[in-house]
């Protein structure tokens, strides 16, 4: 009777666990459709969407992938008509996006570069030029600058558009992330460019190119003390400027390239206590009174120098003398011909 009873609660165990297993089979039967589609068919999306922007920039790196085959950084360029939103969707999700050259044709390019939610590094390029690459007119100016702060992960952005003034970049001050800021060729500065700047709570870096800002634009900037990284490029500062920069605590690398500023401007600099490396490329009025101002700065210990300007031989190694951990990017130092460009870059 045990052995009967023992019999009967075995049959129903095996029953029970027969009708689990048909259940679960069913369901996985059910799921099979939707993990093809997720396992093969958007695979295939991305590597056509990848072969389309490679081909688009004549170059294999125009995507680049980490070591498990992820999109990690692209590069558009070219014109790819109506077809950027699906390319950018098939894509999948990355964290850094380089757009050049007259890709933004139509609202929905913007649209869809504005859902990129996971973006942290993004390189807009809406210069054009007349005659060249049509009537001149770009999609990237000041009402489109409150698009971007969707962008929530972003945290550098840099900006070249012959549109744009500067008046709106203060709403970037959204974005909770954002450390670098770079705008470039811009055809004007607007009055209250600088203060837009300034008030963005997060940023610790910026850059201007080819933009008409001038001193009183750097003593705005000034204001927001916890910069730690400025570069003005081809811009239309002079000595002026330099006893603000200097006076900026936490500021350790400063650009200045292709300025009328002067070796008694650069004393302004000198007493800055934060400063580390320095870039005076194509300032053609330095000469060898600039070196005494190098050598008061104490915690600098990278300075670009370059050939275009009146800076002796005999100056550069007298620098070399005084600061003997200093690296001096110069034609005259030993450094230049260890490194060269390049390789001086990496230092």
């Not at 200045?256 to 194509?282: C, F, V």
Request: aromatic share 4%.
């Amino acid at each position: 009777m045990l052995r009967d009873r023992r019999h009967q609660y075995r049959l129903a165990i095996a029953c029970a666990a027969l009708g689990l297993a048909v259940v679960v089979g069913s369901a996985r039967t059910n799921l099979r459709p939707g993990a093809s589609e997720m396992s093969n068919d958007q695979p295939s999306r991305r590597d056509k969407a990848i072969r389309a922007v490679r081909r688009g920039a004549n170059d294999v790196n125009a995507v680049q992938l980490d070591v498990s085959g992820n999109v990690t950084y692209v590069t558009l360029q070219g014109d790819f008509g109506s077809t950027l939103p699906t390319v950018i969707q098939d894509l999948g999700r990355f964290q850094g996006l380089a757009v050049r050259y007259g890709c933004l044709q139509h609202g929905a390019d913007i649209d869809a570069i504005c859902s990129l939610n996971a973006l942290e590094s993004l390189v807009l390029n809406d210069v054009r030029w007349p005659g060249v690459d049509g009537p001149g007119q770009g999609i990237v100016c000041d009402e489109f600058i409150p698009r971007l702060l969707e962008l929530v992960s972003l945290e550098e952005l840099q900006v070249c558009s012959r549109q744009l003034t500067g008046r709106t970049l203060g709403q970037l001050g959204a974005l909770p992330r954002l450390r670098f800021l770079r705008v470039n060729d811009l055809e004007s500065w607007a009055p209250e460019a600088a203060s837009q700047v300034a008030s963005i709570p997060s940023l610790v870096g910026f850059s201007a190119c080819k933009v008409p800002l001038s001193d009183s634009s750097v003593v705005t900037l000034s204001q927001h003390k916890i910069f730690q990284e400025l570069s003005f490029i081809e811009t239309t500062i002079t000595d002026v400027a330099l006893p603000v920069l200097g006076s900026l605590p936490a500021l350790t690398r400063l650009t200045i390239r292709g300025a009328p500023i002067t070796s008694a401007g650069i004393k302004g600099l000198s007493d800055s206590r934060s400063l580390e490396w320095l870039d005076l490329i194509d300032c053609q009025k330095l000469d060898d009174d600039v070196i005494d101002a190098l050598a008061k700065m104490p915690a600098l210990h990278t300075v670009k120098l370059g050939a275009d300007n009146k800076i002796s031989d005999v100056a550069i190694q007298r620098l070399t003398r005084q600061k003997p951990n200093i690296l001096i990017q110069h034609p005259a130092s030993e450094h230049w011909h260890k490194y060269g460009w390049e390789g001086f870059r990496a230092h």
